[in-house]
């Protein structure tokens, strides 16, 4: 009978295209970019601290709005939950001292805009990195 409930869950999750199972995520730049970062520097531009690239280029990050994969990213990398992530923004955009990642659809998305811009920074899936982009750091 659990197997039955587990397996339901899991159809239940891929019909709503939550993927359960947990994909590695690449944190990725444009190919042009020689800058390299670690997890706090990731972690620190992504909230907006700070706001350019070691080399003084200006960073624009962009939000993976993929279910499963965005919530892993902002719970190992950001080390925030969804809900203080939002309250995090607001207090950040009322403020005037930060605004949000832009946000986009997919990985597939977010690796073209990467691809064409050279002060993107994004995340996506790792299984659909290609020569397109630059991979800064995978988290498992």
Known sequence: MKTVKLLSTVCCLFALGINPAFAAIAV??????ANQLGEREVRQIFLGQIKTFPDGLEAQTLDNM???LRGDFISKVLKRNESTMNAYWARMLFTAKAIPPR???DSGAVKKAVADNKNAIGYIDASQVD?????LMTIE
């Open 28 to 33: 990725i730049v444009n190919p042009d970019n």
């Open 66 to 68: 993929t279910g499963a």
């Open 103 to 105: 946000e986009l659809a």
């Open 131 to 135: 020569d397109s982009v630059k991979v």
